[in-house]
């Protein structure tokens, strides 16, 4: 982490800069040196530095000042303010002001490390998720298309969900999307610009998903050798994304249930509360209703994380995304693997739209992926593909194009069979045995 991540130190004590750079050297860290205020400022100008160390007494320029301009300069720069104990008032003034947090002098080295070690996971936290958002924004289309009746409704969703701190509850098959349709909701809320954290519930056993939500102490349990923020600490003022919150065990259940009515967490081995401030999103691919009924979860932890809820539609409901998306995968793949791959084949095109798709945008992703490595033109050939024909309706006979047509009003019609009927100008038993045939199922 550390090698990521540029350190600027200002101190006007030479001895004081020295030994903090050959500290933070060997912890892995890019570093920069300044003498005072102007000489910062000027180093930064030239070199941005994701972390700055700044001693609040300094001649000309103090360290309360440094940090105004700092702030117009570099606004995403991380202020650690080192303080002599009579200057803590201006340290925590600077803390109002924006600072991350201060030390006092004389200071613990490993004391300082971990603060600056907590400091860079921020930093990168945020970074990832700007540079998320951005992919995001501008990718909003690998999602949806304006055409398809069912995503249009969920675009509304996230759009009327986005900017409040409501819970949502993302549900649909696997390979949906699910956790791109939460960070698409955390790119367009007012928390934005902090983390957003991912936790997979199902992937972690119950003590150790604690460890991962609430963090720990030192000393904890065996193998605790440092004290380590959890995953809810590190949401803080951002969004929690809890990915197949219907695996996570009863004892979690009742441990978040708390934590979300009372925004505090306890880190495992400690007694001391810490505050948090987070937006929560959860997903499944289970029936959370059906959990609820069995006993598996809690009738009263379901209520708290499904206020709004949100169900993506398979891809085989969605047929006109198919092409769109399968072109941007295309695009993204050559790009990445320098490959003059510009289009797909006639045959090839017929053969993606004929495709149930199962495993739904995943699957769809991973099989355009597989043939831009395979392809050796210019044009991806439906032999590139990881399904063969038989898999799918041969593409341009009769019976591909009526399952598309139908497949195509039934989403239009949201699986209202009534509706759907009319429009086809069929009987519904004529249409369920139609939907039977090609193995349509509703949602």
């Given at each position: ?226 004290t380590r923020r959890g995953k809810i600490e590190l949401a803080n003022g951002g969004t929690l994304f809890l990915d197949e919150i219907g695996d996570v065990p009863a004892k979690v259940q009742v441990d978040l249930l708390r934590v979300l009515q ?182």
């Open positions: 982490m550390g090698s990521q991540v540029r350190l600027l130190i200002v101190d006007d004590e030479l001895h004081v800069r020295s030994s903090l750079a050959a500290w933070f050297r060997d912890e892995g860290y890019q570093v920069a040196l300044a003498g005072g205020g102007h000489e910062a400022l000027e180093e930064l100008s030239k070199n941005a530095a994701e972390i700055m160390l700044v001693d609040i007494k300094m001649p000309g320029m103090d360290g309360l000042a440094l940090q105004r301009h700092v702030r117009k300069l570099a606004p995403d720069t991380t202020i650690i303010i080192m303080t002599a104990y009579a200057a803590v008032d201006t340290a925590v003034q600077a803390l109002k002001e924006g600072a991350y947090d201060y030390i006092v002098k004389p200071f613990d080295p490993e004391e300082l490390t971990r603060l600056v070690r907590k400091a860079a996971e921020r930093y990168l936290l945020m970074a990832e998720n700007r540079a998320l958002r951005e992919r995001i924004e501008a990718a909003t289309v690998d999602f949806v298309t304006a055409g398809e009746g069912g995503m249009r409704e969920v675009l509304e969703q996230v759009d009327q969900v986005a900017p409040t701190d409501t819970a949502v509850l993302v549900t649909g098959d696997s390979g949906t999307g699910k956790e791109l349709l939460a960070r698409l909701i955390h790119a367009r809320s007012k928390r934005c610009f902090f983390p957003l954290v991912t936790v997979n519930c199902g992937a972690l056993a119950e003590g150790v998903l604690e460890s991962e939500l609430y963090g720990h102490q030192r000393g904890a349990f065996s193998g605790a050798i440092t009372e925004k505090q967490i306890t880190r495992v081995g400690s007694n001391t509360t810490i505050q948090v401030d987070f937006r929560l999103i959860c997903a499944t691919h289970r029936d959370l209703r059906a959990e609820v009924q069995s006993g598996k979860l809690r009738e009263d932890f379901f209520f708290r994380i499904n206020v709004f809820p949100i169900h993506l539609p398979p891809l085989r409901e969605r047929t006109a995304d198919i092409l769109l998306l399968a072109r941007q995968f295309l695009q993204h793949f050559a790009g990445q693997m320098s490959k003059p791959i510009h289009s797909f084949s006639p045959e090839a095109l017929a053969a993606l739209e004929a495709y149930p798709w199962p495993g739904n945008v995943r699957e769809l992703q991973n099989a355009v992926e597989r043939a831009a490595v395979l392809c050796r033109g210019q044009e991806i050939t439906p032999e590139l593909f990881p399904f063969s024909p038989k898999d799918a309706v041969q593409p341009g006979t009769l019976a591909a194009v009526e399952e598309a047509h139908i497949m195509r009003v039934l989403a239009e019609c949201g699986y209202n069979i009534t509706r759907a009927a009319k429009i086809l100008d069929v009987d519904r038993v004529t249409l369920y045995n139609k939907m039977k045939k090609y193995k349509i199922e509703r949602p």
